[in-house]
């Protein structure tokens, strides 16, 4: 999945977002214009298999062009998925040009006591416009609590009975509140409460990447493997992101480390194939030094986490500059 940015303007500022070195206090707005959207588009488009496309922001909503963006996709039968915190007046266009692409809207929630003025209600009433046409999506840290309402919204508004869970992950400079190495285990017993707590009201829960193994008990694993979308737990293997101006990065937390014009790849397939290849290698170090004595590392299964986080410990690595050149 290509994942666009289609602004880096957001109506939240959330402490954990790992996009605030791109979006927030500090950074100006930029919106992608429909001309390089539809641009964009050809490009993934000319991939084998085209990918699916994700738009983001920021709030994706905020860009006013995104009604014809969706008519776009619609008419070029490109599967969408919408990522949004719809806390925002979401007008009857956008929606109804949502509906024609078939897009699966993937809000992120709150806690209650986030939402400030009409937000949560705006929240509610589009979540009841959106009905099985979305699913919900949160993020850890160890001071989470509050989530036990997520059930009470999947029945209340009719929304798909899964729910991902994300590990806040670090910006690469570490601008915004995410989990820590000594973290790991306080939040991955508050990931195993909520699958079982959501498995008995038979919602189905996804880990977004960045939690390792060691984020559990080998109990706790083999509980968890028969619940959870196991297939991205333990690895780094990022979908690219593309800001409003057209570069593509690995994700988020590695905008700083390279991010590069999109018209240097032939299409996303081979974008795709060139940031692997010059990222996954460092993968083999881990994120602490015990990743290397452990088992789950030496056979593949887990990478020991965020990327982003690894780069970190390693001295010398110097960002991407274009498909010429490489990391070192």
């Known amino acids: 999945m290509a994942n666009f940015m289609l602004t880096t303007a957001c109506n939240f500022k959330c402490p954990y977002c790992f996009a605030l070195d791109l979006v927030g206090k500090g950074h100006g707005r930029t919106d992608m214009t429909a001309e390089l959207f539809e641009e964009l588009v050809d490009w993934v488009g000319r991939a084998d298999p085209p990918s699916r496309i ?66 949560l209600e705006r929240l509610h009433e589009n979540l009841s416009r959106l009905g099985g046409s979305a699913s919900l999506t949160f ?50 017993a508050k990931a195993v409460a909520l699958v079982r707590a959501f498995a008995d009201r038979d919602i189905h829960v996804d880990f977004e990447c960045g939690a390792p193994h060691c984020m559990f008990g080998a109990e706790e694993l083999e ?72 088992g789950h590392h030496a056979d593949g299964s887990c990478s020991g986490g965020c990327l982003a986080e690894s780069l970190l410990g390693i001295k010398g690595v110097k960002p991407l500059t274009g498909p010429d050149s490489g990391a070192s």
């Open 54 to 119: 994700h738009l983001m922001g920021g709030e994706p909503t905020v860009n006013e062009r995104m009604p014809s963006m969706l008519r776009l996709l619609a008419d070029r039968g490109m599967e969408c998925h919408v990522f949004s915190n719809a806390a925002r007046p979401l007008g009857e266009e956008l929606l109804e040009a949502a509906r024609a692409a078939g897009a699966w809207w993937i809000v992120n929630i709150n806690v209650e006591g986030f939402y400030r003025g009409r937000q």
């Open 139 to 188: 993020n850890l840290t160890p001071e989470t609590e509050g989530y036990d309402f997520v059930p009470g919204l999947v029945d209340r508004f009719g929304l798909k009975r899964v729910v991902k869970l994300g590990f806040t992950l670090p910006t690469l400079s570490h601008v915004n509140r995410h989990v820590l190495l000594d973290e790991y285990r306080v939040v991955g």
């Open 223 to 294: 509980e968890i493997r028969g619940h959870v979308g196991f297939g991205t737990l333990g690895r780094c293997h990022s979908r690219l992101d593309v800001s409003p101006e057209g570069k593509v990065f690995y994700c988020l937390p590695l905008y700083r480390h390279g991010a590069i014009d999109f018209r240097e790849f032939e299409d996303y397939g081979a974008a795709v194939r060139w940031f692997h290849s010059q990222l996954l290698p460092f993968q083999a170090f881990g994120v602490r030094a015990e990743c290397r004595s452990c």
